[in-house]
């Protein structure tokens, strides 16, 4: 997928009246000095690889810990359903993450709640819940959401006890949105953990897996299920290609996983899940790697995502899709500067795209209320000297625009691939397919250029607000794209816009941004227009720090997605 390196892009169109939405022209960047580079060709090869790009590609992992916190306000609802909206499939959600393995369902609890974490949050190192804590999320999580539920596979004594009955609890109360159940989290680091001993690897994790799976497949609730849970196997987080990024040396993996696996396993298995986060606040070493400029790279994105391309291959041939079942910028809870930015936002939408041209069909992005990666936290709280308000941060804006560049018409599906022509450390570019037909068309300028607006969000760290700008006037340039467009034709542009890499606020995407109370949307949508040229010619002005999605506006309805930095 690497190519060569191509000058520094962020979109800018000729603008043009003719759409049935409303237009814009040439105002956006008036106020703003440009320095211009030069141009950009990129064609769009007519053989390309393409992967299927779901209406659900972009989903949510909850830490079970801070679930009741997303359920305390409606602020969570309410984006989930914005996305359905565009997309016609709400996002899939996941409750999983260190602390499921420390979750442990009892009758009742003494002190009347459904769930208790102890000692207390946000320090918890266990879960109790009952059986009616499921109910509470189900009644929460809007009709059409699929689910996925990890399971307590850590316990193991009295033969998976606890996590039978949670499977039984979680499917009574769930029903229908329950797709699927995990068997443990990130099972690779359990030797490291003290949870099992050296003799764990696949062939010991299997055989235990068959246990407890045996065990919920043979329960009477199962078998009179109509369209019982199936599992989401594997669930790794050590990265092949990384080693110091691995707990533990085993032979994890989806590639060993799926060569000894059963067909009668496999008949269970309706995905397969691998872990990453490309950065980390977990040890000394890796803090001092950790890096917005390195976030926000494509060639480094690619290093991180690629490495999976094996394991995807792999999980093909046993029949099954794999996902990214549990991810964000850094790991042990992200870092505020970095994974709270508008550099991560666009990280997240190239992040996403690359996985899916990849193979990879799903990404989860991991939520905790108090979490400093979290893409939106639902309630106020007292954090390192700060008090920080509810609120929606920058990648949030970054899975709407996601959302902009996967909507289809009904009955209709997309897929993807990669764009040579747009691909080094700061551009990347893909095309969305409609059958053999180019439907959009997305570009990412993944160059830095810190601003000096927008760099405080109340509901993140004023302590990492940037301080360090770039300097002189901003790089920009025209993205000359060959499309397979008619001459003539219309294509309109929506832009993901903030006023920097290092911007906490102030993005918007086709200038409606969110209220960070209640997620409800602020402002009217405005979309801008270019008209196709000689040979499907379409000529964008770029300016650093930008992502781009195009397509024809045909009577079907089209859009041209153009997220910026202005």
Not at 22 to 25: A, E, G, I, K, L
Not at 27 to 43: A, N, T
Not at 417 to 426: F, I, K, T, W, Y
């Given at each position: 997928?690497?190519?060569?390196a191509?000058?520094?892009?962020?979109?800018r169109?000729r603008?043009?009246?003719g759409?049935?939405r409303?237009?814009?022209?040439n105002?956006?960047?008036?106020?703003?000095?440009?320095?211009?580079?030069?141009?950009?060709?990129?064609?769009i090869?007519?053989?390309l690889?393409?992967r299927?790009?779901?209406?659900?590609v972009?989903?949510?992992?909850?830490?079970?810990?801070?679930?009741?916190?997303?359920?305390?306000?409606p602020?969570?609802?309410?984006l989930?359903?914005?996305?359905?909206?565009?997309?016609?499939?709400?996002?899939?959600?996941r409750?999983?993450?260190?602390?499921?393995?420390?979750t442990y369902?009892?009758?009742?609890l003494?002190?009347?709640?459904?769930?208790?974490?102890l000692?207390?949050?946000?320090?918890?190192?266990q879960?109790?819940?009952?059986?009616?804590?499921?109910?509470?999320?189900?009644?929460?999580?809007?009709q059409?959401?699929?689910?996925?539920?990890t399971?307590?596979?850590?316990?193991?004594?009295?033969a998976?006890?606890?996590?039978?009955a949670q499977?039984?609890a979680?499917?009574?109360?769930?029903g229908?949105?329950?797709?699927?159940?995990?068997?443990g989290?990130?099972i690779?680091?359990?030797?490291?953990?003290?949870w099992?001993?050296?003799?764990?690897r696949?062939d010991?994790?299997?055989s235990?897996?068959?246990?407890l799976?045996?065990?919920?497949v043979n329960?009477p609730?199962?078998?009179?299920?109509?369209?019982?849970?199936?599992?989401?196997?594997?669930?790794?987080?050590?990265p092949?290609?990384?080693?110091?990024?691995?707990d533990?040396?085993?032979d994890?993996?989806?590639?060993?996983?799926t060569?000894?696996e059963f067909?009668s396993?496999?008949?269970?298995?309706?995905?397969?899940?691998?872990?990453?986060?490309?950065q980390s606040?977990?040890d000394?070493e890796r803090?001092?790697?950790?890096s917005?400029?390195?976030?926000?790279?494509?060639?480094?994105?690619?290093?991180?995502?690629?490495?999976?391309?094996p394991?995807?291959?792999?999980a093909?041939?046993?029949g099954t899709?794999?996902v990214?079942?549990?991810t964000?910028?850094?790991?042990?809870g992200?870092?505020?500067?970095?994974?709270?930015?508008?550099?991560?936002a666009?990280?997240?939408?190239?992040?996403v795209?690359m996985?899916?041209?990849?193979?990879?069909?799903?990404?989860y992005?991991?939520l905790?209320?108090?979490?400093?990666?979290s893409?939106f936290?639902?309630q106020?709280?007292?954090y390192?000297?700060?008090?920080l308000?509810?609120?929606?941060r920058?990648g949030?804006y970054?899975?709407?625009?996601v959302?902009?560049?996967?909507?289809?018409?009904?009955n209709?599906t997309l897929?993807l691939?990669?764009?040579?022509?747009?691909?080094?450390?700061?551009l990347?570019?893909?095309?969305?397919?409609?059958?053999?037909q180019?439907q959009?068309?997305?570009?990412?300028?993944?160059?830095?250029?810190?601003?000096?607006?927008?760099?405080?969000?109340?509901?993140?760290l004023?302590?990492?607000?940037?301080?360090?700008?770039?300097?002189?006037?901003?790089?920009n340039?025209?993205?000359?794209?060959?499309?397979?467009?008619e001459?003539?034709?219309?294509?309109?542009?929506?832009?993901?816009s903030?006023p920097g890499t290092?911007?906490?606020?102030?993005?918007?995407?086709?200038?409606l941004s969110?209220?960070?109370?209640?997620?409800?949307?602020?402002g009217?949508?405005t979309?801008?227009a270019?008209?196709?040229?000689n040979?499907?010619?379409?000529?964008?002005?770029i300016?650093?720090?930008?992502?781009?999605?195009?397509?024809?506006?045909?009577?079907?309805?089209?859009?041209l997605?153009?997220?910026?930095?202005?």
């Open positions: 997928m690497l190519g060569p191509s000058p520094h892009p962020q979109c169109p603008p043009v009246s759409s049935r409303r237009m814009t022209r105002r956006v960047y008036k106020s703003i000095s440009l320095r211009v580079l030069p141009d950009v060709q990129i064609s090869p007519t053989n690889s393409t299927p790009f779901v209406s659900d972009y989903g949510y992992s909850i830490e079970p810990i801070w679930v009741d916190a997303y359920l305390s306000t602020l969570a609802a309410n989930l359903n914005i996305i359905a909206n565009v997309t016609g499939k709400h996002p899939p959600l409750i999983g993450g260190n602390s499921a393995d420390a369902q009892h009758a009742i003494s002190t009347g709640n459904d769930s208790v974490a000692p207390s949050l946000p320090d918890a190192v879960l109790n819940i009952t059986p009616t804590w499921y109910r509470t999320w189900s009644d929460y999580f809007p059409g959401s699929d689910l996925i539920f399971l307590n596979f850590a316990v193991n004594d009295s998976w006890v606890n996590g039978l499977a039984e979680a499917h009574e109360a769930l229908s949105k329950l797709k699927a159940f995990e068997l989290n990130e690779d680091h359990w030797i490291n953990k003290g099992r001993d050296e003799t764990w696949v010991t994790y299997l235990q897996w068959r246990n799976t045996g065990q919920i329960s609730w199962y078998k009179n299920a109509t369209n019982p849970p199936t599992i989401q196997s594997g669930v790794f987080a050590d092949p290609w990384v080693p110091d990024q691995q533990e040396m085993d994890f993996d989806i590639v060993n996983l060569a000894q067909q396993d496999r008949d269970l298995i309706s995905s397969y899940a691998i872990h990453l986060y490309p606040t977990c000394t803090w001092y790697r950790m917005l400029d390195l976030l926000s790279n494509h060639t480094t994105l690619w290093l991180n995502v690629s490495q999976y391309i394991q995807v291959a792999a093909e041939a046993a899709p794999l990214m079942g549990e964000n910028s850094v790991s042990c992200g870092r505020s500067g970095i994974s709270d930015t508008f550099g991560a666009l990280w997240g939408v190239d992040y795209l996985a899916a041209s990849l193979g990879i069909q799903k990404v992005f991991h905790g209320a108090q979490s400093e990666y893409s936290t639902p106020g709280y007292e390192k000297n700060d008090t308000t509810a609120g929606i920058p949030w970054g899975h709407y625009f959302a902009k560049a996967m909507a289809a018409p009904e209709e897929s691939a990669a764009l040579p022509g747009a691909n080094s450390s700061e990347s570019g893909y095309a969305v397919y409609s059958g053999a180019v959009k068309l997305v570009f990412l300028d993944m160059g830095v250029w810190n601003g000096t607006k927008g760099l405080s969000n109340p509901s993140t004023n302590a990492t607000d940037g301080t360090v700008f770039s300097e002189g006037e901003r790089p340039t025209t993205l000359r794209v060959m499309t397979p467009w001459k003539g034709s219309s294509v309109t542009i929506t832009r993901l903030a290092n911007a906490k606020s102030n993005v918007t995407v086709a200038g969110f209220d960070g109370e209640t997620g409800d949307k602020v009217e949508e979309v801008e270019v008209t196709v040229e040979g499907g010619l379409v000529d964008l002005r300016v650093r720090a930008e992502a781009c999605l195009k397509n024809p506006f045909l009577s079907t309805g089209t859009c997605l153009v997220a910026r930095t202005p």
